[in-house]
């Protein structure tokens, strides 16, 4: 009853028309109706509102001198007219809108728009289906698009091939927003046409050949700039002659023709060509233009509608092949159409007034505004009649006023079977009334499922990376040049708006989330969305995504150790044909891929594998080892700290060795890598290894050592931290110096610290940059004060850089006693910080990278089996590290010696 009461208030309303503002963009100054035609209406004795704007071509004063009345609030009318599509805020229920709603192909980023239309009860009427009897549309802006576009393309040529080295006429010529009137352009053409006559076009690029597709008012508003040049027109057959012999002092236009643009799939059963045929039998045709004219022509000027049912006029590919023939004549393309992802597939994202032109490269599938790159210049501007607001107006309104009177008598409060007090033009363009799409459009649902289907897999894949920290930059570079700029989508989640910031502004094609990830529901909303999830975030922390991948059904990569827990993971997600790969970074992960390379290889050659050592460090470069530790901080300091105090276990001689929490620096062994020297420990677990790695099933392991390298130093500093009790979490301290701290922290230890070792450990932190009295965080572990401490102090310099050290040696034994030793060393030195990436950020984050790709396309890579991974599988490390090697240059040097 509410719904029929509000029906039945705009029945009274009848006969009130209102003109909204355009909220589009600042370009958007068009109106539906002009003052004139205000009066005209006020004539007829209608009442006309108009909401105030400032940004108008026609000034709010002259609509009210008209006669129209300036208000806000257009509650009051019975139908709202506009240019360009209403913003969901501004829709008001029970009201007939008329707009450019660009919803008839189902548009993705209209389809909000029309829910929100049919929730409220509106009848939408769309300018783009109002047709005369003959299906000619009545209405529109389509000559000015052309006028603009043209002209627009003339401007762009110029700066094009100024950019690359020619000056020519075109630059005589404004782009069409200069100019407060078509005839002022067409002033400036004469001057830009005598210059072509007198010097010609740049003999590098002429003769030029401009090629027009279509035939409605968009192609004819673009033919009637170009007659405004010397000119000639031309057929397909004359290409050839008019580009071996043709003059400069002229330029050339084809009418493209369907036939010009694709054939019949079998010539023998179509001679001639028959377009009602090829309308009607689409699929039964395929394109020729890629190859049979755009290689010719200077410049394309599309003015042509198109479907998805019909091939496109250019594919990404065939721009690829056309441009890397090193033949094509193809300078620039002027898509007026401005259809993303339609007949021209590369234009995914409409150009703007402001930058009408970007130089689209089809190698990388990128677009940059730069007149000098290499590519193809293209345009693709949605509003360009924006740019002639006052006669584009004019001439619209002149249109439509007539229907205006019919179309505010008519009441929609009628069922759409009974609305006949409007004609057939206003009739059929009526897309919804009554909450549902008319018979007429109800293809919009169907199609619009089709649509969303074709989105989904043709979207570029999602990655939700968690984590926004140190190594993140790192990552999206690699990820971004293994995948390609605009190939994959990515989402960053972290907590630290600063780094989320930072990161948004340095990568602005990617989006960044705020929250906290031990929020399930924000997190599990945020993984929803994801083709994949990257967990950046430490060790400690997988577990909470992982179950919440498990749950949505969702892959996941990590750089980390596989926990127990993690582990545990594997039967539930393999049943789910789920991927969780992990280890996929330094160490764990480059370490893996060299070992089982090395590992198949003396299998093949049947040789048993008596010894296996590895040794890795992230380390400052030697010159930058400044400080007593030998050590800066490129990931998390507590991290770091908190991996000195681990227990580890390996084998040696045969016999497993196990060492204590806290007594690695009893372990250490000097390492020599090349003509390195360092100090090496053992790092947790080596000999569960043997398992992972398959070194157990011969039973001739005498040895197998996983270890960290650290320059000499480390454990002693190390050392001093851990008898003054700054290594402890069980504790809580109220220290807010670092005096304080240390004298606190030797306070709660169970035996005294002597004085002189509380000294040598303030001596330690003086000599890495902090002072007895420089603050920290008080009321937490002394083991968090110190990692606090040390953030700033050991963090590298402006200039300073990192290294990765990492060694394999391997034994192995075969028949007659024969001797095999393997030894494989790679160093990789890091950029210059703050500039450039760090060794430790790029061997973490490529091959994390790497792994995002093969998980990506997991139904493709052979080698990538489903559940809980370590990169273990021969074939999974040497893609790896053929990879590694050829997107990022990093690579083993090996030795092998025989004895």
């Not at 529109?140 to 110029?158: E, Q, S, T, V, Y």
Request: with cysteine; net charge negative.
């Amino acid at each position: 009853m509410r719904v029929a009461g509000a029906l039945l208030q705009q029945v009274g309303r009848r006969g009130v028309i209102a003109v909204r503002r355009e909220t589009k963009n600042r370009w958007e100054r068009r109106a539906p109706l002009v003052p004139k035609h205000v009066r005209k209406l006020k004539r007829m004795g209608f009442r006309v509102l108009v909401q105030p704007s400032d940004m108008r071509v026609f000034t709010n004063e002259q609509y009210a001198r008209a006669g129209a009345e300036l208000v806000e609030d257009l509650s009051a009318a019975s139908v709202v007219l506009g240019v360009k599509e209403v913003p969901l805020s501004e829709l008001h229920p029970n009201k007939t809108y008329v707009c450019f709603s660009h919803t008839i192909k189902a548009q993705e980023g209209n389809m909000g728009m029309l829910d929100d239309i049919l929730s409220k009860n509106i009848r939408l009427i769309d300018y783009e289906c109002m047709l005369d009897e003959n299906k000619k549309r009545v209405i529109g802006f389509g000559k000015f698009a052309g006028i603009a576009g043209m002209i627009d393309l003339l401007r762009g040529l110029g700066d094009r091939l100024l950019g690359l080295g020619y000056s020519n006429p075109f630059l005589g010529m404004g782009y069409m927003d200069y100019f407060h009137s078509v005839a002022a352009a067409k002033t400036a053409l004469q001057l830009v046409g005598n210059n072509i006559l007198i010097n010609g076009t740049p003999k590098a690029v002429a003769p030029m050949i401009f090629g027009f597709t279509g035939t409605g008012n968009v192609t004819q508003g673009a033919l009637e700039i170009f007659e405004q040049l010397p000119h000639e027109y031309i057929t397909a057959k004359d290409l050839e002659v008019v580009i071996a012999s043709g003059d400069p002092n002229t330029l050339y236009g084809i009418k493209l023709q369907r036939e010009d643009l694709v054939q019949h799939k079998d010539p023998t059963q179509r001679v001639t060509f028959d377009k009602n045929h090829y309308n009607s039998n689409p699929d039964e045709y395929e394109p020729i233009f890629h190859t049979k004219i755009a290689p010719h022509i200077s410049a394309l000027v599309h003015g042509m509608y198109w479907d998805a049912r019909f091939p496109r006029l250019l594919t990404c590919d065939q721009m690829r092949a056309l441009h890397n023939t090193g033949t094509s004549r193809l300078i620039a393309i002027a898509d007026i159409s401005a259809d993303p992802n339609g007949s021209i597939e590369f234009t995914r994202e409409c150009t703007t007034i402001d930058r009408p032109y970007e130089v689209y490269n089809p190698n990388t599938d990128t677009s940059v505004f730069d007149w000098e790159a290499e590519g193809i210049l293209l345009g693709s501007v949605d509003n360009l009649p924006a740019e002639i607001p006052v006669e584009a107006s004019i001439h619209f309104g002149d249109l439509l006023v007539d229907y205006i009177p019919e179309l505010a008598r008519s009441d929609m409060t009628l069922p759409f079977e009974q609305q006949t007090d409007i004609g057939d033009t206003l009739r059929n363009a009526i897309i919804t009334a009554h909450g549902k799409l008319t018979p007429r459009y109800e293809y919009i649902a169907n199609l619009r499922r089709e649509n969303e289907e074709l989105a989904r897999k043709s979207a570029p894949p999602r990655v939700v990376v968690l984590g926004s920290g140190l190594v993140c930059p790192s990552y999206i570079d690699s990820l971004l040049k293994v995948m390609g700029s605009g190939k994959v989508d990515v989402t960053v989640v972290g907590a630290q708006a600063s780094e989320l910031k930072q990161l948004a502004n340095a990568y602005d094609t990617i989006n960044t989330v705020e929250l906290d990830v031990t929020d399930d529901a924000a997190l599990r909303s945020v993984i929803g969305t994801s083709d994949v999830v990257v967990s950046l975030l430490p060790a400690s922390l997988h577990l909470r995504p992982a179950k919440l991948c498990l749950e949505l059904g969702k892959d996941m990569v990590t750089t980390s150790y596989v926990s127990d827990e993690m582990a545990a993971l594997h039967d539930e997600a393999r049943e789910k044909g789920l991927v969780f790969l992990n280890e996929c970074g330094l160490d764990p992960g480059i370490d893996h891929f060299k070992a089982m390379d090395i590992i198949h290889r003396l299998s093949e050659s049947n040789m048993d594998i008596t010894s296996f050592t590895s040794w890795c460090g992230g380390l400052p470069a030697i010159h930058c080892a400044n400080n007593p530790l030998g050590y800066k901080f490129s990931w998390s300091p507590r991290g770091v700290l908190v991996a000195a105090k681990n227990a580890a276990r390996y084998r040696e001689h045969g016999a497993v060795v196990d060492v204590e929490s806290g007594t690695l620096p009893e372990h250490a062994r000097d390492v020599q890598v090349g003509r390195m020297q360092f100090v090496g420990t053992p790092n947790r677990d080596s000999v569960k290894y043997e398992s992972v790695y398959g070194l157990d099933k011969s039973g001739k392991l005498e040895c197998i050592l996983r270890g960290t390298l650290r320059y000499t130093g480390f454990w002693e500093a190390l050392r001093v931290f851990t008898e003054v009790g700054l290594l402890r979490e069980d504790i809580k301290l109220g220290a807010s110096t670092a005096r304080d701290l240390i004298a606190e922290a030797a306070k709660a230890q169970p035996d005294d610290v002597p004085a002189e070792t509380q000294e040598e450990a303030l001596r330690m932190l003086a000599e890495c940059g902090v002072g007895e009295s420089t603050r920290c965080p008080a009321h937490v572990a002394p083991l968090d004060a110190l990692s606090a401490l040390l953030t700033d102090a050991l963090a590298y310099q402006r200039g300073e850089r990192d290294m990765i050290v990492l060694t394999h040696s391997f034994t192995g034994v075969g028949s007659g006693s024969k001797t095999v030793q393997v030894d494989a060393e790679l160093s990789y030195m890091g950029g210059r910080h703050p500039m450039e990436a760090t060794a430790m950020a790029t061997t973490v984050g490529a091959p994390g990278a790497l792994a995002t790709k093969y998980v990506l396309n997991k139904n493709e890579c052979s080698f990538l089996d489903r559940g809980v991974l370590r990169p273990t599988n021969v074939q999974l490390s040497q893609q790896f590290l053929k990879d590694l090697d050829k997107y990022f240059d990093i690579s083993f040097n090996e030795r092998v010696i025989e004895s």
